[in-house]
């Protein structure tokens, strides 16, 4: 029983108590880019196998992405994305296939998802700039040799592509006068190892003179 007299006991105290709580905030229920598979569908490792048209109901449960792990559903997701930027059936080689636009599509945006449950997590989102960056330089290269297949792969893949901003530098005395000085350290770097392949070419020629002489 309590003893109310007691500070300690007190109503206003225990009520003071129930409003110190932190609050709980409920996690938004962000939609994932998987939702889209359907969950009878075979993984990747058992989607060819033809007996799998003679097994058990419960076994391709088992076997489909309804029972399968983030990492099975990213597989069969890839493959699916292969199949739009894939020129021909037996295109295996080409760069948008080769080329690690679909897996950085999933990455990127499995990352975005995960940013928003987690706004703080820098490390994750470092590694989501890095492959945005990755991802824009091979696009670049893409868009320079063939523009009609970068087109095609940026359309297939829901991918918007916007180039690196010009780096512009301020120009300032401090700058001046250390560009001044490392071009100085290069030249004299320069000086060191003309000096020193001249040694050696010399060298070679003294030993292939002796090769010569002796061979007299």
Same mark, same amino acid.
């Given at each position: 029983s309590l003893c109310f007299s007691h500070p300690v006991c007190s109503p206003v105290l225990q009520a003071a108590r129930g409003y110190a709580r932190p609050v709980t905030r409920k996690r938004k229920d962000i939609p994932s880019h998987l939702d889209d598979l359907p969950p009878t569908l075979l993984k990747k490792d058992y989607a060819n196998l033809p007996i799998m048209n003679s097994v058990d109901d419960v076994v391709k449960r088992l076997l489909s992405l309804e029972m399968a792990s983030q990492k099975e559903k990213m597989k069969v997701k890839i493959q699916q994305l292969v199949e739009k930027v894939r020129r021909s059936p037996s295109d295996n $080689?080409?760069?948008?296939?080769?080329? /690690?636009f679909k %897996? $950085?599509?999933?990455?990127?945006?499995?990352?975005?998802?995960?940013?928003?449950r987690h706004p703080k997590d820098k490390s994750n989102r470092r590694c989501?700039?890095?492959?945005?960056?990755?991802?824009r330089k091979m696009l670049?290269?893409?868009?320079?040799?063939?523009?009609?297949?970068?087109?095609?792969t940026c359309k297939?893949?829901?991918?918007?592509?916007s180039p690196p901003?010009?780096? =512009?530098?301020?120009v300032? /005395?401090?700058?001046?006068? /250390? %560009?001044?000085?490392? =071009? /100085?350290?290069?030249q004299e770097k320069q000086k060191l190892k003309a000096a020193e392949r001249l040694k050696r070419r010399r060298e070679w020629q003294a030993r292939a003179r002796a090769a010569r002489a002796r061979q007299e």
């Open positions: $080689g080409s760069f948008e296939v080769q080329g /690690k %897996k $950085g599509r999933i990455l990127i945006r499995t990352l975005e998802e995960h940013l928003q989501m700039l890095m492959d945005l960056d990755r991802r670049g290269y893409l868009r320079r040799v063939n523009y009609s297949t970068f087109e095609n297939q893949l829901d991918i918007q592509y901003q010009p780096y =512009i530098r301020r300032t /005395k401090r700058w001046l006068v /250390k %560009k001044a000085f490392c =071009i /100085k350290v290069f």
